[in-house]
C-alpha cells in the first residue's frame, strides 16, 4: 500500500528547497525504490496569509493522517509583528504537538569535503559526527501557565512555566539510550540539575534508567558547561540528550560547528513511527526567492524520512550517497562555496543529486 | 575612609585562586593606590561543611557591608548528592540575590598572546571583545513556584518558573545600553520572543528604552541563533544583554571562543555600587589543591572591582597592564602553556604579576 507524505513548503525559501526534495522522492518512486502518495498544505505564515492561521484545521489532519511530513521552514519577519499564537513558528509547534512528535533527532555531522567552511579548527571538528536528542513536545515551549499579566501595581509580568513528568522525561532518554547503543554507546544527558528541580528530576530518571541500558556509558553536564564543551572539544560527544529549551540552543550551536548548516538535515518522531522531516536551518527570507539556498538539508531530511518512516533504509543510504557523490565533484551552493569548487544554484544541486541517484 | 573588601575563596581551586587575587590587592595597598580593609568568610561546599549551611548568616551580613566581595568559585562533586537547597551553589546565589546584584558583566576578550589557545580558527576571533551583560537576580533561578510534585496518578513533575517584571528587565538594559554607550555603541538583545511571551514582553521593553539611547544601535536576537552566531562570527557583537538562564549559557559559550576561560573574570552589581567580583570559571575540582590553576581571571576580576566597587580606575588599569606585561613576557599556566613559553604554577604567575605591578 502506497504511504503518504504531506508536503509543507512553508515560508522564505522552503519552498525552492522543498521543491528540489520533492524531485529527489519522485525519481526513487519512478525507480520503483517506493511507492508514496505525495499531498500538499500550508503551514506558517504562508498559512496565515491565506487563511488567517498558521496551522488550519485542514493541514494537521492531513498530517496526522500522512505516514511523514515533510517540512521546508517558517516565519520571517514579515510575521514578527503578529502576536505568538498567530505567528508562523506557531503553526509549526502546533504541528510537533497535535502529532506528539516528541522526539527529535538532529545530527550534526562535519562532511570530510566541507572541513574549511567550520569555524572551528579542522583538527578540533574533523570527523565530527554527534547526534542531539532533543524532547519536542513539552518543557517551557508548551508549559502552563504562560503570559503577559499586570500586576496590581499596573506593572507587567511575563512568565513561562518549564514543566517535565517523570513518563515524558524515561520516553525521550529511552530513544536516547536506544540510539546510543546503535552508535557509539556514550549518552550524555544535559540538564541545570544545580539550579532547576524540574531538571533535577530529569537527572533522576536518566540515572534510573541507565540500569537497564549497562552498555551504554551515561554522563551528565550542565547546559552552561556543555555549551562550552561544545565548543572546545565536540568530538568527546556521541549522543547528547536534552529538553526542548536547551535542545533548541544547543543544537543550533552544535550545528554551526560543522560551518555548513544548509547540510543538516532533522527528524521529529512520535510513538507510532510517524514523523516530520525538515532542514535544521530557517526560512532565511534575506535569501529567499533567488535559487541560491542550499536543498542538501532538506535533501537529506527525505533520507531521514526514507529511513525512520518509509521503512526504505536502502533508498535512503542511495540518497546520502548521491549527495556525498555530488559534493565529491565540487558542486557548491553559495552557503558552503570554497575556492576551486564550482558554484551552482538551488535546482542545479537538486537536479545534480536526482542524476546521481 | 576605608573600603571592606570580604574575600570568600569557596571550594576547590578557589583558596588557591583568591590567595594570589589577594596578594595582588596587598600589594596595591602596600603602594597606597588602595585603602581597603580585608575580611575572610565562608561559602558553598566550604560553608556547608563548616556549619551545613552554604550561606552562613555571618557570611550574608559581612557580604552586605562590604564594599566588595572577592568570590573564588563554589561546587564540586563532592556536594552533588544534596539537595538543591543545601548545595554551594545555592550560596553564591543567595548572594546574588541577597545582596540584589542583578547586573552580570561578563567580557569575552581574546589576548593576542594567546590567539593559539582558541579552537577557533585565528582570523573568526583575533580582537574578540565582547561584553555580555547577564540580568542575576530574577527569571527562571528565582521564580515560583517551583519543585518536584506528585500528581494524583502518582507520577512526579518537575516545574521551573520563568519570570521577569517590566522594572526588572528596564534596569538590566539600562545597564546594558549605558555600556555599549562607552563601548562600540552596539546593543544586542536577546531572547525566545517567538515563542515565550516573557521574553516577548523583553523585547518589548528593549524596544521601548531604545528611544532612550538613539546613539546606540539596538538588534534584537533569537537564543539559538545568538549560539550559532557566535561561533559563526563573534565579532559581530559588542555588547549583549540577555536574562539569567540564557546569559548563563551564552556567557559560558563565549568564554570557550577565547580558548583561555582561566583568564575570564566577570563582575556583578547591584543598585549602589557594590559588587561581587569572580573568575567566571568554576572550581576545577580536578586540579585543586595542586597548585596549578591559572589565576589570572581572579586577578582580573580585581582589576574589575578597583574600576567599579573601589573607585580605583588608575589601579585597576595597572593590574591589567601588570597581567599583559606577564603574558608578553612568555609566561603561562598549564591551561594556556603553547610551545616556547615557560610553564608556572599558581603562586608564580601571581608573584610575578605582583612584581610587574
Ligand atoms: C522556529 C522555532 C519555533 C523553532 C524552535 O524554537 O523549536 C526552531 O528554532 C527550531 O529549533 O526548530
Ligand atoms: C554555579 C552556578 C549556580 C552558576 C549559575 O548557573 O549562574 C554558574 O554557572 C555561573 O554562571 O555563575
Not at 73 to 99: D, F, M, N, Q
Not at 130 to 153: A, N
Not at 238 to 243: I, P, Q, S
Amino acid at each position: 500500500m502506497s504511504k503518504k507524505v504531506l508536503v509543507l513548503a512553508g515560508d522564505g525559501i522552503g519552498p525552492e528547497i522543498v521543491a528540489e526534495a520533492v524531485k529527489v522522492l519522485k525519481a526513487l518512486q519512478d525507480q520503483g525504490a517506493i511507492d508514496i502518495v505525495l499531498e500538499e498544505g500550508l503551514v506558517g505564515g504562508a498559512a496565515y496569509d491565506a487563511c488567517g492561521d498558521p496551522l488550519p484545521e485542514e493541514t494537521l489532519a492531513a498530517a496526522k493522517s500522512a505516514d511523514a511530513v515533510l517540512l521546508g521552514a517558517v516565519g520571517g519577519p514579515k510575521w514578527e509583528p503578529l502576536p505568538i499564537a498567530k505567528r508562523p513558528e506557531k503553526g509549526l509547534l502546533g504541528l510537533r504537538s497535535g502529532l506528539g512528535l516528541f522526539a527529535n533527532l538532529r545530527p550534526a555531522v562535519l562532511y570530510p569535503q566541507l572541513i574549511d567552511a567550520s569555524t572551528l579548527k579542522p583538527e578540533v571538528v574533523s570527523g565530527l559526527d554527534l547526534m542531539i536528542v532533543r524532547e519536542l513536545t513539552g518543557d517551557i515551549y508548551f508549559g502552563q501557565p504562560r503570559g503577559v499579566e499586570t500586576l496590581p501595581s499596573g506593572e507587567r509580568r511575563g512568565v513561562n512555566t518549564m514543566v517535565y513528568t517523570e513518563s515524558e522525561i524515561e520516553r525521550i532518554l529511552r530513544v536516547a539510550f536506544e540510539l546510543a547503543r546503535k552508535r557509539r554507546h556514550r549518552l550524555c544527558s544535559v540538564d541545570k540539575a544545580n539550579v532547576l528541580e524540574c531538571t533535577e528530576l530529569w537527572r533522576e530518571v536518566a540515572t534510573r534508567l541507565s540500569a537497564d541500558y549497562p552498555d551504554v556509558e551515561l554522563s551528565h553536564m550542565y547546559v552552561d558547561n556543555a555549551a562550552m564543551q561544545l565548543v572546545r572539544a565536540p568530538k568527546q560527544f556521541d549522543v547528547m540528550v536534552t529538553g526542548n529549551l536547551f535542545g533548541d540552543i544547543l543544537s543550533d550551536c552544535a550545528a554551526m560547528l560543522t560551518g555548513s548548516i544548509g547540510m543538516l538535515p532533522s527528524a521529529s518522531l512520535n510513538e507510532r513511527g510517524q514523523g516530520m522531516y525538515e532542514p535544521i536551518h530557517g526560512s532565511a527570507p534575506d535569501i529567499a526567492g533567488r535559487g541560491v539556498a542550499n536543498p542538501i538539508a532538506t535533501i537529506l531530511s527525505v533520507a531521514m524520512m526514507l529511513r525512520h518512516s518509509l521503512a526504505a533504509p536502502d533508498a535512503a543510504s542511495c540518497v546520502e550517497t548521491a549527495v556525498a557523490r555530488v559534493l565529491d565533484e565540487g558542486l557548491r551552493t553559495a552557503d558552503i562555496m570554497t575556492p576551486g569548487m564550482r558554484q551552482v544554484g538551488t535546482a542545479e544541486m537538486g537536479d545534480a543529486i536526482v542524476a546521481a541517484l
